[in-house]
């Protein structure tokens, strides 16, 4: 069973103002594969609540997916990508670069996200948008990969 937590990064959503709808799907997506909802939570457009929450998933083991809703784009506390960065050991920029390229066939604007994906320890991390349809949208291309990419992080690598 793969194991998922997911980081809404909203300054409004943490403070209550905003519905988590992007959060909301993502915990669906993981419902309707049949895996296992680690954790899910909100923290404002902060590089230290951030980097901190994906590190302390990443470390303690009991996660094979981090997701990431939020933060991307070019908004000027849109921090998610340099919080990550500060705690991966390796880049992961083909799955980056794929959900981009995806969410440009629905809409233009996804040509300035700045997610990335890359591994932490046993890890997977990977950032999408804050939009709930870029989000939906990211986690349709991850549900192709992320069951293999999750057993090659375990050490099974014979093909």
């Known amino acids: ?10 300054d409004m959503a943490a403070a209550g103002e905003r519905r988590d709808s992007s959060g909301e799907a993502a ?10 909802l680690v954790e899910h939570r909100v923290v404002p457009d902060e590089t230290v609540p951030i980097a901190t929450q994906l590190a302390r998933w990443a470390d303690g083991g009991q996660v094979d997916l981090i997701v990431t809703v939020g933060g991307t784009g070019f908004g000027p506390r849109d921090i998610t990508p340099e919080a990550t960065s500060t705690i ?14 995806s969410g440009v066939q629905s809409t233009p604007f996804a040509m300035l996200g ?3 994906a890359g591994i932490r320890g046993r890890a997977l991390i990977v950032n999408l948008p804050g939009a709930e349809r870029a989000v939906r949208e990211g986690l ?15 050490g099974r690598t014979e093909h």
């Open 1 to 10: 069973m793969i194991r998922v937590a997911i980081l809404t990064v909203s």
């Open 27 to 36: 915990r669906e997506w993981v419902r309707v594969n049949g895996w296992s």
């Open 88 to 101: 991966l050991e390796r880049p992961a920029p083909g799955l980056a670069e794929s959900l981009r390229a």
């Open 114 to 116: 700045r997610g990335l």
């Open 140 to 154: 349709d291309i991850l549900e192709q990969v992320v069951p293999h990419a999750v057993e090659l992080l375990g």
